[in-house]
């Protein structure tokens, strides 16, 4: 089980300094009761202590390549294409999106961004070769 800071902002700062700090976190949270305590190694001769209260961590939604993944709640494991469903107008709309590490292109110089249309998305990958019930075709 893994789990983050439910501020992911913040978490992506800590992980500037320690890049090691989610997983120290997922290692800690689930093994005490009450607040935890995170200690930081940005440099030789430096520490620095954070007391993480549980009220601020949540579990992380784990990727499953058999099943479709909600994003952004959910990230792609690794660069490539992958197999998109969205909501656009009202309509579930299928594509395919090739994700980069940080944002969906959807064609060269065109990037998805959260709230360019409704939070609503779906990934999976393309080598899923089990049909789903929600895999029918649109005619």
């Known amino acids: 089980m893994k789990y983050q800071l439910k501020?992911?902002?913040?978490?992506?700062?800590?992980?500037?300094?320690?890049p090691e700090f989610g997983e120290r976190l997922s290692l800690r949270f689930g093994r005490w009761e009450g607040d935890k305590y995170?200690?930081?190694?940005?440099?030789?001769?430096?520490?620095?202590?954070?007391?993480?209260?549980?009220?601020?961590?949540?579990?992380?939604?784990?990727y499953d390549p058999s099943k479709w993944n909600k994003w952004p709640e959910?990230?792609?494991?690794?660069?490539?294409f992958y197999r998109v469903e969205y909501k656009e107008d009202?309509?579930?709309?299928?594509?395919?999106?090739?994700?980069?590490?940080?944002v969906w292109n959807i064609k060269p110089g065109i990037f998805f961004i959260l709230g360019s249309a409704?939070?609503?998305?779906r990934f999976k990958p393309w080598?899923?070769?089990e049909p789903d019930e929600d895999d029918e075709e649109e005619e």
């Open 7 to 18: 501020n992911r902002e913040l978490q992506a700062k800590i992980e500037a300094i320690d």
């Open 127 to 129: 080598d899923d070769q």
């Open 118 to 121: 409704s939070n609503e998305v």
């Open 74 to 80: 959910v990230l792609p494991p690794k660069k490539g």
């Open 38 to 62: 995170a200690l930081l190694l940005p440099c030789e001769g430096v520490a620095i202590t954070l007391k993480i209260s549980d009220s601020a961590i949540e579990e992380e939604p784990e």
């Open 90 to 102: 009202n309509l579930t709309k299928k594509a395919a999106w090739m994700w980069d590490g940080l």
